[in-house]
């Protein structure tokens, strides 16, 4: 029920003046960079850059999920827009209402957390009222209040019970029943699925989906899972590194990455790269990888055309279900073939590279494990990125 603008927002955690204090958190810093896979920290004079320059305009209504990897910046992002982070820099929106020096709890905003935050000596019913209570709503109100999101997210059964006597997904429907009853402008979620298992997480992403559709509000919703991302999302927006990578819908985003760090982040197996050789012939292109030549489509040579790029050794990027087995094509060797029911993913050693093809099983029995096979792909899915920085030919860059 809002727009949130954020213009050129910042986040900048001071370190301390002096040099000891620098080394000691650069020290951290690595550390945790080599044992956690975190991402790089910017250090500037003014501290740890945590984001940089994030725009983005959110509609009435409309679902975002940042997604990135961890350390990327994301739940800093989503804890200013709550307030419980303050801003360095830049201009939040609520509803065209500067609210970067408002308090939390006069945002009309409501946040579910990764931990539940539930409070242990409660009843469920209770958990959901408190934030009512405090606002001195009449009685008769909260009890609807209660018993209309208890109904919405199926836990009128379990209002007469403690946190302690549900499971996971349950504890997590509280903490959301609690959000909602508030009926806020802006409903914010860390991660709130990544302390469930894999069963329950399908569940509550189709909740979550369910969910959305019988309240009226604008969702902001922050995870590195990019399943959630491409399922729950109106819009995805990558970060990486506190930037922005991408912005776009989740097909936008999985069928036109704009760099190499978005098309190896989304897409389930990761994409298959090749040391390539792009060629410009007038407005066609074709591109050669370990001896196969294929010459790519028109809405890919227009836009390569369109900006003007040269004949130049590239690496191209082939999604894993797009390879297509032939009697032709690159040569590879089966290390390890995984029956994923529906499909096979071969993984093959090319010129010691690892390149996995998702193979249909169709009902019959695929064994390539050891052998020598060979595989193509057509040039309607071809992706062509800079050797020099990374980012797509066909869209220039941003």
């Known amino acids: 029920m809002a727009e949130v603008t954020l213009k050129n927002i910042k986040k900048v955690y001071p370190i301390g003046d002096t040099e000891k204090k620098q080394r000691k958190f650069l020290k951290k810093a690595k550390q945790e960079n080599v044992n956690t896979n975190k991402v790089n920290l910017q250090i500037t004079d003014e501290g740890v ?38 801003i360095t820099g830049g201009e939040l929106y609520i509803d065209g209402k500067l609210v970067n020096s408002i308090e939390p709890k006069d945002r009309d ?13 409660m009843t469920v019913y209770d958990n959901m009222a408190y934030s009512l209570k405090i606002k001195k709503t009449p009685k008769d109100e909260i009890d609807r209040k209660v018993r209309e ?35 806020p402008k802006v409903l914010l979620m860390d991660e709130p699925l990544s302390n469930l298992d894999a069963k329950l997480r399908n569940q509550m992403r189709a909740e979550i989906i369910k969910l959305r559709k019988r309240i009226d509000t604008t969702f902001v919703y922050v995870t590195h899972d990019q399943t959630e991302a491409m399922t729950l999302g109106d819009r995805i927006v990558v970060m990486k590194d506190g930037y922005i990578q991408q912005i776009g819908t989740p097909q936008e985003v999985y069928d036109h990455p704009r760099n190499l760090f978005v098309s190896g982040f989304i897409g389930t197996p990761q994409m298959n790269y090749f ?52 009697e032709e094509g690159i040569r590879g060797r089966v290390d390890v073939s995984e029956l994923m029911g529906p499909s096979c993913h071969l993984h093959l050693s090319v010129e010691g590279r690892d390149v996995i093809i998702i193979v249909p099983t169709e009902g019959k029995k695929i064994d390539y494990d050891g052998q020598e096979i060979r595989f193509s792909f057509t040039g309607n899915v071809c992706h062509l990125f800079s050797k020099e920085d990374g980012h797509n030919l066909e869209y220039g860059r941003e």
């Open 149 to 183: 999101a208890a109904e919405i997210l199926d836990i009128t059964q379990y209002l007469d019970r403690k946190p302690k006597a549900l499971s996971g997904g349950q504890r997590q429907r509280v903490a959301i029943g609690r959000a909602i009853v508030r009926n």
């Open 49 to 86: 850059v945590a984001v940089q320059e994030f725009s983005l305009d959110i509609k009435d209504k409309e679902f975002i999920v940042l997604v990135g990897p961890s350390g990327c910046g994301k739940s800093t992002t989503l804890r200013m827009i709550a307030g419980l982070e303050e």
């Open 109 to 121: 905003i409501a946040m579910v957390f990764q931990s539940y935050a539930l409070y242990p000596h």
């Open 275 to 326: 040391d390539a050789k792009l060629v410009r012939n007038g407005d066609k292109y074709s591109v050669t990888a370990d001896g196969l030549e294929v010459a790519l489509s028109d809405d890919k040579c227009e836009r390569l055309a369109k900006q003007d790029v040269p004949s130049q050794d590239v690496t191209l990027g082939v999604r894993p279900d797009h390879v297509i087995l032939s």
